[in-house]
């Protein structure tokens, strides 16, 4: 399943190049370079026959069904009909075992009826405008059982995740020709008006569909940056590996500003007037005042209460293989270590990638190899004048790489501001982070590491060196300051209207 023995990290991730869609022995998530981060196929829409009461419930659940009638949420009458009509149907689950995709599906399906019929008492309240007051606290057996066993089959988390339920495992084709075009999806599952392409419910889902459809070169383009470095073996990287270097980070960058481009189509898709009462379904239960306790899974773990993190578009891993790629230094803070926790939240696969992308690029030193310290660059050096070219190109890449994580994570903190802060004073994210400290800890990393490039490189300049700050250089160095100084004043501002500790 992609797995590895970490202690040596030279050999090579299986990152798919064919991601096998017809293989039902293997995960839905793979990493490959051809649907990045996507499921290796379409995700599976149809549940086998012996799963109809749930999905009757399911088709009837959302606010707005699917025939445009109200439904069970809308109506508050979820609870009761999983209490009178819903049997336990775990047996049924491991009957198709052996199939890992339709495995994908359901733990997606009860993901969907656990979040709805714990949180339907918030929904409740938050649309007569009265909070979101207590949750259910007791997950009963129906559900518990069989969500924990394909999670289990899965490696997922028993509750509600971003890739493998919510949002990468939760679309369809109307037209199968027609491919992953946006105006082509669909949502298989819905809490709100989903089922409704136009609603803002369903464009949240799509863009982020439409931002991960890109994942693929972003992949290839990493994996080509460590196979040129490893190729050097000790020795410092020639000329043609530097190139191969070079093609695969501009394979990256030009990934990263494609997923860029359609994040920013969020704001038409997705409506942030419209956000929060769709939210509401996907808090999680860890730092979560809906849920003080712990949630009671019946049948699961000797009745403990449980506790995990809700569905968050920061479980996404497109820009966490940036991050480590790149070798971001994060800092030393508890939001970092909830950012550890996050990892947690993917497919056992993706984490995998990511743990193997980081521990390779600290062993190839590959942040070292691609910018080089300021000695190789002197006039003095040995290098000849491609070489000394190469490695600028080096420079200019690795620069533009971080300006699109910068440019990611300032949208997203974006986002955050108008979707959530200006419109609930509810002080969690739905993963449980602090919703106005969290994001900004990632989002300062990236503007520290760049402002320290700069810095290093300014100096350089004044010393002699040959590679000098071009004019779009500096113009980005002066963005990264202006941001840095904006950031901290906003931050700042939202915590003493909050009543909150900056840090």
Same mark, same amino acid.
């Given at each position: 399943?992609?797995?590895?023995?970490?202690?040596?990290?030279?050999?090579?991730?299986?990152?798919?190049?064919?991601?096998?869609?017809?293989?039902?022995?293997?995960?839905?998530?793979?990493?490959?370079?051809?649907?990045?981060?996507?499921?290796?196929?379409?995700?599976?829409?149809?549940?086998? @026959?012996?799963?109809?009461?749930?999905?009757?419930?399911?088709?009837?659940?959302? *606010?707005?069904?699917?025939?445009?009638?109200? $439904?069970?949420? @809308?109506?508050?009458?979820?609870?009761?009909? *999983?209490?009178?009509?819903?049997?336990? /149907?775990?047996?049924?689950?491991?009957?198709?075992?052996?199939?890992?995709?339709?495995?994908? #599906?359901?733990?997606?399906?009860?993901?969907?009826?656990?979040? #709805?019929?714990?949180?339907?008492?918030?929904?409740?309240?938050?649309?007569?405008?009265?909070?979101? =007051?207590?949750?259910?606290?007791?997950?009963? #057996?129906? !559900? #518990?059982?069989?969500?924990?066993?394909?999670?289990?089959?899965?490696?997922?988390?028993?509750?509600?995740?971003?890739? $493998?339920?919510?949002? +990468?495992?939760?679309?369809?084709?109307?037209?199968?020709?027609? %491919? /992953?075009?946006?105006?082509?999806?669909?949502?298989?599952?819905?809490?709100?008006?989903?089922?409704?392409?136009?609603?803002?419910?369903?464009?949240?889902?799509?863009?982020? !569909?439409?931002?991960?459809?890109?994942?693929?070169?972003?992949?290839?383009?990493?994996?080509?940056? +460590?196979?040129?470095?490893?190729?050097?073996?000790?020795?410092?990287?020639?000329?043609?590996?530097?190139?191969?270097?070079?093609?695969?980070? &501009?394979?990256? *960058?030009?990934?990263?500003?494609? !997923?860029?481009?359609?994040?920013?189509?969020?704001?038409?898709?997705?409506?942030?007037?419209?956000?929060?009462?769709?939210?509401?379904?996907?808090?999680?239960?860890?730092?979560?005042?809906?849920?003080?306790?712990?949630?009671?899974?019946? =049948?699961? &773990?000797?009745?403990?209460?449980?506790?995990?993190? %809700?569905?968050?578009?920061?479980?996404?891993?497109?820009?966490?293989?940036?991050?480590?790629?790149?070798?971001?230094?994060?800092?030393?803070?508890?939001?970092?270590?909830?950012?550890?926790?996050?990892?947690?939240?993917?497919?056992?696969?993706?984490?995998?990638?990511?743990?193997?992308?980081?521990?390779?690029?600290?062993?190839?030193?590959?942040?070292?190899?691609?910018?080089?310290?300021?000695?190789?660059?002197?006039?003095?050096?040995?290098?000849?004048?491609?070489?000394?070219?190469?490695?600028?190109?080096?420079?200019?890449?690795?620069?533009?790489?971080?300006?699109?994580?910068?440019?990611?994570?300032?949208?997203?903190?974006?986002?955050?501001?108008?979707?959530?802060?200006?419109?609930?004073?509810?002080?969690?994210?739905?993963? %449980?982070?602090?919703? *106005?400290?969290? /994001?900004?800890?990632?989002?300062? @990393?990236?503007?520290?590491?760049?402002?320290?490039?700069?810095?290093?490189?300014?100096?350089? @300049?004044?010393?002699?060196?040959?590679?000098?700050? $071009?004019?779009?250089?500096?113009?980005?160095?002066? +963005?990264?300051?202006?941001?840095?100084?904006?950031?901290?004043?906003?931050?700042?501002?939202?915590?003493?209207?909050?009543?909150?500790?900056?840090?």
């Amino acid at each position: 399943m992609g797995s590895l023995d970490h202690t040596s990290t030279a050999a090579r991730f299986p990152v798919l190049d064919d991601p096998r869609p017809d293989d039902m022995s293997l995960p839905a998530f793979m990493v490959s370079t051809t649907r990045g981060f996507l499921p290796r196929m379409e995700p599976v829409a149809t549940l086998p @026959a012996e799963f109809a009461p749930l999905e009757s419930i399911l088709q009837r659940m959302p *606010v707005k069904t699917a025939s445009g009638t109200p $439904g069970l949420l @809308a109506e508050g009458r979820l609870g009761e009909v *999983v209490d009178a009509e819903l049997p336990d /149907l775990t047996a049924y689950v491991d009957k198709y075992k052996d199939n890992l995709p339709l495995m994908n #599906a359901l733990y997606r399906d009860y993901s969907f009826l656990a979040s #709805a019929y714990l949180l339907e008492p918030c929904h409740q309240r938050f649309v007569r405008g009265e909070g979101y =007051g207590l949750g259910r606290q007791v997950l009963p #057996a129906k !559900i #518990a059982r069989p969500i924990a066993r394909c999670a289990e089959l899965c490696e997922f988390k028993p509750f509600m995740e971003y890739a $493998g339920s919510y949002a +990468l495992y939760n679309y369809f084709l109307e037209e199968p020709s027609k %491919g /992953l075009e946006y105006d082509n999806l669909r949502l298989i599952r819905a809490f709100e008006h989903g089922l409704d392409p136009s609603s803002s419910e369903a464009g949240f889902v799509f863009v982020h !569909i439409d931002m991960v459809k890109h994942s693929g070169p972003l992949v290839a383009g990493a994996m080509a940056c +460590l196979d040129a470095c490893g190729s050097a073996g000790d020795d410092a990287m020639t000329l043609e590996t530097r190139r191969a270097f070079n093609e695969g980070l &501009a394979k990256a *960058v030009a990934s990263l500003r494609q !997923i860029n481009q359609v994040m920013e189509t969020m704001w038409a898709k997705s409506r942030p007037r419209d956000y929060t009462s769709f939210r509401t379904f996907i808090f999680g239960i860890t730092s979560q005042s809906m849920f003080p306790d712990g949630v009671v899974y019946e =049948g699961v &773990a000797d009745g403990k209460p449980q506790s995990f993190r %809700g569905e968050s578009g920061a479980n996404d891993s497109m820009i966490p293989l940036m991050d480590n790629l790149l070798a971001i230094p994060m800092p030393k803070t508890p939001l970092t270590e909830i950012l550890e926790d996050f990892r947690q939240y993917r497919p056992s696969n993706h984490r995998d990638f990511l743990r193997w992308v980081k521990e390779r690029s600290a062993e190839l030193g590959m942040k070292e190899r691609a910018l080089l310290p300021p000695a190789s660059l002197s006039s003095s050096s040995s290098l000849s004048p491609e070489e000394r070219e190469a490695i600028k190109e080096s420079r200019r890449l690795w620069l533009w790489a971080l300006d699109q994580v910068r440019d990611f994570r300032w949208r997203h903190w974006c986002f955050a501001r108008e979707y959530i802060l200006k419109m609930t004073n509810h002080p969690t994210a739905t993963g %449980g982070s602090p919703i *106005v400290t969290w /994001l900004p800890n990632q989002l300062q @990393a990236v503007l520290e590491e760049m402002d320290r490039l700069y810095a290093s490189w300014e100096e350089e @300049a004044r010393e002699g060196g040959l590679w000098d700050l $071009g004019e779009e250089q500096r113009d980005m160095a002066e +963005l990264v300051r202006r941001q840095k100084d904006t950031l901290t004043k906003e931050v700042r501002r939202y915590c003493e209207e909050r009543g909150v500790q900056a840090r």
